[in-house]
């Protein structure tokens, strides 16, 4: 949900003024900034935009083999709970792709003149030695790879982002991953969906949280073909369900236990 966002799960205080004209006051909007060096393309028929970044250029100015001086740089600027955040990302072309904003109830209101619209897909990719970087503020993770895919979410399904690299870099409030992609689905309008999916070969390294230097990873997590965690409630309480196919592998380095399997779930 990068350039979407995540809802808002908490109802706005509303002013006084609010309740006596019965209009709840619209919730303070995210602020998407792009730059870019290079050339900007916006077809207003097709309702596509794309920046570039410029070529790089090498000692004498010439070439196109390092890396670029300035590269597109979008920040999402929000504000959650209370605190103000910064999503970023940098990549050398952003493609996007705008629609009307739906309805809140499903579908388009195509006799809508207003104009309002918002990012339908969007693709960040690299040109040669520059990485396409994710930094989120306000999920604590960042990731580094050649590219990433964004699609906004629909009256059924969440917002949909793809990461891809060789390899594809993670982190998420200190653990590690590394993988050659990663699908993130995000919660629907009803809560539902939220699942990720990565393909392998891949390892997770995670962070000790009793380490107060937080820079040791005694939990190893190996996979061959794919990763899957999936939310099941069970008992009034919910777990993140975690499969790992093909050549899995479960090792604690502290309690110096492994488990090795070609399918292992496990539910944390």
């Given at each position: 949900?990068f350039?979407?966002?995540?809802?808002?799960?908490?109802?706005?205080?509303?002013?006084?003024?609010?309740f006596?004209?019965?209009?709840?006051?619209?919730p303070?909007k995210?602020?998407?900034?792009?730059?870019t060096?290079?050339?900007f393309?916006?077809?207003l028929?097709?309702?596509?935009?794309w920046?570039?970044s410029?070529?790089?250029?090498?000692?004498k100015?010439?070439?196109?083999?390092?890396?670029?001086?300035?590269?597109?740089?979008?920040?999402r600027?929000?504000?959650?709970?209370?605190?103000?955040?910064?999503?970023?990302?940098?990549?050398?072309?952003?493609?996007l792709?705008?629609?009307?904003?739906?309805?809140?109830?499903?579908?388009?209101?195509l006799?809508?003149?207003?104009?309002?619209?918002?990012?339908?897909?969007?693709?960040?990719?690299?040109?040669?030695v520059?990485?396409?970087?994710?930094s989120?503020?306000?999920?604590?993770m960042?990731?580094?790879?050649?590219?990433m895919?964004?699609?906004?979410?629909?009256?059924?399904?969440?917002?949909?982002t793809?990461?891809?690299?060789?390899?594809?870099?993670?982190?998420?409030?200190g653990?590690?991953?590394?993988?050659?992609?990663?699908?993130?689905?995000a919660?629907?309008?009803?809560g539902?969906?939220?699942?990720?999916?990565?393909?392998?070969?891949g390892?997770?390294?995670?962070?000790?949280?009793?380490?107060?230097?937080?820079?040791?990873?005694?939990?190893?997590?190996?996979?061959?073909d794919t990763?899957t965690?999936?939310?099941?409630?069970?008992g009034?309480?919910?777990?993140?369900?975690?499969?790992?196919d093909?050549?899995?592998?479960?090792i604690?380095?502290l309690?110096?236990?492994e488990?090795?399997?070609?399918?292992?779930s496990?539910?944390?």
């Amino acid at each position: 949900g990068f350039l979407g966002g995540a809802p808002n799960k908490k109802k706005p205080v509303q002013p006084a003024a609010a309740f006596l004209d019965a209009k709840p006051a619209p919730p303070e909007k995210a602020h998407i900034d792009i730059h870019t060096g290079g050339p900007f393309v916006y077809d207003l028929v097709k309702e596509i935009a794309w920046f570039e970044s410029p070529p790089a250029r090498d000692s004498k100015g010439k070439g196109e083999d390092l890396f670029a001086p300035d590269q597109v740089h979008v920040q999402r600027r929000q504000k959650v709970d209370g605190a103000e955040k910064f999503d970023q990302l940098t990549c050398d072309r952003l493609d996007l792709q705008f629609r009307k904003k739906p309805n809140p109830n499903g579908g388009v209101n195509l006799a809508d003149q207003s104009g309002d619209k918002e990012i339908e897909t969007a693709k960040a990719t690299r040109r040669d030695v520059n990485d396409v970087t994710l930094s989120l503020d306000s999920e604590g993770m960042s990731a580094y790879g050649s590219e990433m895919f964004y699609r906004a979410g629909d009256a059924v399904h969440g917002p949909l982002t793809i990461l891809k690299g060789h390899p594809l870099k993670t982190s998420k409030d200190g653990h590690k991953m590394e993988c050659k992609e990663l699908h993130l689905f995000a919660a629907n309008r009803f809560g539902e969906g939220q699942k990720a999916w990565s393909r392998g070969p891949g390892k997770i390294d995670l962070l000790d949280a009793k380490d107060p230097t937080k820079s040791t990873f005694p939990t190893h997590i190996i996979y061959r073909d794919t990763l899957t965690v999936t939310k099941e409630k069970e008992g009034g309480q919910v777990f993140d369900l975690m499969t790992v196919d093909g050549e899995a592998a479960f090792i604690d380095d502290l309690q110096h236990q492994e488990l090795h399997g070609e399918k292992i779930s496990v539910w944390m």
